[in-house]
């Protein structure tokens, strides 16, 4: 049992779909930009949600690797992108400081960044191969040693 973790994370990038990978992250974000970032006022939560996943998508279309579990960990992706990165840092600040249903006014800038990340992104995975069925034996067998 201590052993799948490690077991699983050696098996990661053998098994790792950039392309189908990123249409996940890209449809988490459409799906939460279409619903819950369309009211007058908006969890605070909720842009993380947005933020995220377009973050490991850009992640993916940048470095073709699995995201970063950690938020932080995504943020030098934006290193360049002062303005995006005060209102992640203001958010940051607010999310620290707020209780779990905190709700805020829209963000336009966090919509049109979405939103353009999402096209330009789209965009990269469009021209990404598509990476076929592969032999899973190697997953059943670290999943069958977890189990017996």
């Known amino acids: 049992e201590k052993d799948f973790l ?69 943020l030098p992706l934006l290193e360049k992108e002062e303005e995006i990165n005060e209102v992640i840092a203001d958010l940051l600040e607010q999310k620290e400081k707020a209780d779990e249903g905190a709700t805020i006014a829209p963000i336009p800038l966090i919509h049109d960044f979405a939103t353009q990340q999402m096209e330009e992104i789209m965009q990269i995975a469009k021209e990404m191969e598509a990476k076929g069925m592969q032999d899973i034996s190697a997953l059943n067998e670290v999943f069958r040693g977890v189990i017996y």
């Open 6 to 74: 490690p077991q699983l994370q050696q098996l990661m990038t053998q098994y790792f779909n950039p392309k189908a990978a990123i249409f996940h992250y890209l449809g988490l974000t459409k799906k939460i930009m279409a619903t819950e970032l369309q009211k007058e006022v908006v969890k605070l939560k909720k842009y993380f949600y947005v933020l995220r996943p377009v973050l490991c998508a850009k992640w993916i279309a940048t470095y073709n690797s699995p995201p970063p579990m950690l938020f932080h960990d995504l």
